[in-house]
């Protein structure tokens, strides 16, 4: 069965920390991605990958970064994390074209406290 | 940015009961797809419907899409309570990129 993989289903870090979001797919898929899901809100793409090495700021990239170094690798970093923060992180992945569903992962609660 | 509104927020209905989501989105699209996410887990990828389809069926789920109207609609027939859930539309942009409602949430009950 294919997968998306988050390392973590529940993490709780402190206001300041640097916090690494890890994801991980075994469909060679070439596309992934982070969003985030507040209530309310939907899901807000936060940043995206088309290869390796490459990465592209979604709708709302501001506090966070990524790191695409390996194919099947996708991890996002919270540099100074705050309370606003506080959300479920949901990473996705899908092959090439466009015309497909995306598989995603069971989602990270992060708490910032 | 949202692009997919889904209509109604919230749904309860009586097990063998249907359910109808709407959607609307504002410019045009390459597909719309549906997604159903369990409580507090992710997404899981129901259906998609390209922009030249206008109908499309899997199991007990029935998508249309009205272009010119800009509105799409979720049909789950004789619905259980394991349909419970949260049910989102998604527009795919440029990029492989989807853009999600704020979603639905169905109760239905048993």
């Known amino acids: 069965d294919v997968k998306v993989t988050q390392s973590s289903r529940y993490l709780v870090k402190r206001t300041g920390e640097k916090v690494f979001l890890e994801c991980v797919q075994d469909?060679?898929?070439?596309?992934m991605f982070w969003y985030r899901q507040d209530p309310g809100l939907g899901l807000r793409l936060i940043y995206f990958?088309?290869?390796?090495?490459?990465?592209e700021k979604g709708d709302i990239p501001e506090g966070y970064s990524v790191s695409r170094e390996k194919k099947e690798r996708f991890s996002l970093i919270l540099e100074s994390a705050s309370t606003n923060q506080t959300s479920m992180y949901l990473c996705?992945?899908?092959?090439?074209?466009?015309?497909?569903?995306?598989?995603f992962g069971s989602g990270t609660r992060l708490t910032v406290v | 940015s949202q692009q997919g509104e889904e209509d109604p927020q919230a749904l309860s209905i009586q097990e063998g009961e249907n359910a109808t989501m709407n959607c609307s989105y504002k410019?045009?699209?390459?597909?719309l797809q549906w997604y159903r996410q369990n409580s507090g887990r992710g997404l899981v990828h129901l259906i998609l419907?390209?922009?030249?389809?206008r109908e499309k069926h899997s199991g007990r789920l029935r998508v249309t899409l009205d272009t010119s109207k800009k509105s799409s609609s979720l049909l789950i027939t004789a619905s259980r309570a394991a349909d419970t859930a949260s049910y989102f539309c998604?527009?795919?942009?440029?990029?492989?990129?989807?853009?999600f409602g704020a979603g639905t949430i169905l109760r239905v009950k048993s």
């Open positions: 469909m060679d898929h070439e596309n």
């Open positions: 410019t045009s699209i390459n597909n």
């Open positions: 998604a527009k795919m942009e440029y990029g492989n990129k989807l853009v």
């Open positions: 996705a992945s899908v092959r090439g074209t466009g015309y497909y569903g995306y598989t």
């Open positions: 990958s088309y290869d390796v090495k490459m990465k």
């Open positions: 419907i390209r922009s030249n389809e």
